[in-house]
């Protein structure tokens, strides 16, 4: 699969999109992330042990800061834009994320989830956790974007905040879209329950030839249907302490975890997300990019909430960078 390191305008219906983000500096790198800030209750049996930010915008934007703060110091700003939604009673306004990165404020409340912890996970990919959604915020709609060109866009919901026609807008805006499938399949039985559905049958699912990749977890992917969704667009199944699988229409590559020792899993998909996309902006393969996400993804769950990250760790961007052969990058 050739990935062009090259933007192109062109985004034509029905046009099989490749990952067209320039490995070249400048203001045409600008990203765009659209999801909402939540309130996560975190639960172990039966008691609350952690109250945090959450929402994907939140675990995403802290990597894409941490990963290109010389970027953001040169020029005086943050080199990507988060559309977010909360409620009056967001409690986390003055967190490092939605500080650098302000909400919308809506009068509906702040999304909110509280995550339900079983003891023990039976296997890497086995859920270790239930989600219930006790409350939510307005969607996101295509007019709350700004109206301007993107380099790159990530499309993170966590509670059906990514309406179809804002997903549509996002790629009508960016060059490559990235999308959590979580924003896509999620659906909530009357006590908030997170439950899925088949990407195929959602409206999302025309969109996917647009999309330049969709990171799915294992419990997600059997939704996302991984053989059908291959042949849209490159699919990426994260398998918690075992590292993630790419698939595109024609081949597939395992990359390998990073070890890590876990205390609380909350955000590693999305901590994985961002640090693939920073990878593939850093100009490296997509294996070596889910490398980083990998490095991310494990970094994640070694910490309770949105992490922090030693300048040290970022260190591994000479590492990959060293084995980037050149601008044209292959799969
Ligand atoms: N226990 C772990 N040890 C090391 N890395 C992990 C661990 N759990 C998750 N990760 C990293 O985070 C990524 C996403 O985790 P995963 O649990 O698959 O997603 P989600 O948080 O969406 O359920 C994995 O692909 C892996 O890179
Ligand atoms: O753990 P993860 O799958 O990467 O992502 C999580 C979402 O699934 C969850 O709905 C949200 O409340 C968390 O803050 C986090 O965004």
């Not at 974007?145 to 509670?159: E, H, I, K, N, T």
């Not at 590492?319 to 052969?325: D, N």
Request: some cysteine.
């Amino acid at each position: 699969m050739l990935l062009a390191a090259e933007p192109d305008d062109a985004h034509e219906e029905g046009e099989n999109q490749q990952l067209l983000i320039t490995t070249k500096g400048g203001p045409g790198l600008e990203g765009l992330v659209v999801g909402s800030y939540c309130h996560d209750v975190l639960i172990r049996g039966g008691r609350v042990v952690g109250e945090t930010l959450g929402g994907a915008a939140a675990f995403v934007s802290n990597v894409l800061d941490a990963a290109s703060p010389q970027d953001a110091a040169l020029n005086g700003t943050a080199p990507f834009v988060v559309v977010a939604k909360v409620g009056h009673d967001f409690v986390y306004a003055s967190a490092p994320a939605p500080a650098r990165h302000p909400p919308l404020l809506c009068a509906s409340p702040t999304t909110s989830f509280h995550a339900q912890f079983s003891e023990t996970a039976a296997s890497a990919h086995a859920p270790d956790r239930e989600l219930r959604r006790v409350r939510a915020c307005d969607p996101i709609y295509p007019a709350d974007l700004p109206d301007r060109r993107f380099a790159y866009g990530l499309a993170v919901g966590v509670a059906g905040e990514v309406l179809p026609e804002t997903l549509e807008r996002m790629i009508r805006l960016c060059r490559a879209v990235l999308v959590d499938a979580q924003a896509l399949i999620r659906a909530f039985d009357g006590d908030g329950a997170v439950g899925h559905v088949a990407l195929d049958d959602t409206p999302y699912a025309r969109l996917l030839p647009r999309v330049a990749f969709v990171k799915a977890s294992s419990e997600e992917a059997p939704y996302v249907g991984v053989e059908t969704t291959r042949q849209r667009c490159c699919v990426i199944v994260t398998e918690g302490r075992d590292g993630c699988r790419l698939y595109w229409d024609g081949g597939e590559a395992r990359v390998a975890p990073f070890p890590a020792v876990q205390v609380d899993p909350t955000g590693a998909g999305d901590s994985f997300l961002a640090g693939f996309a920073t990878g593939l902006l850093w100009g490296l393969s997509a294996t070596d990019a889910a490398l980083l996400g990998n490095f991310f993804g494990a970094a994640a769950v070694s910490q309770v909430g949105v992490p922090t990250f030693h300048p040290k760790m970022l260190q591994l961007k000479k590492y990959l960078k060293r084995r980037q052969q050149n601008d044209i990058v292959r799969v």
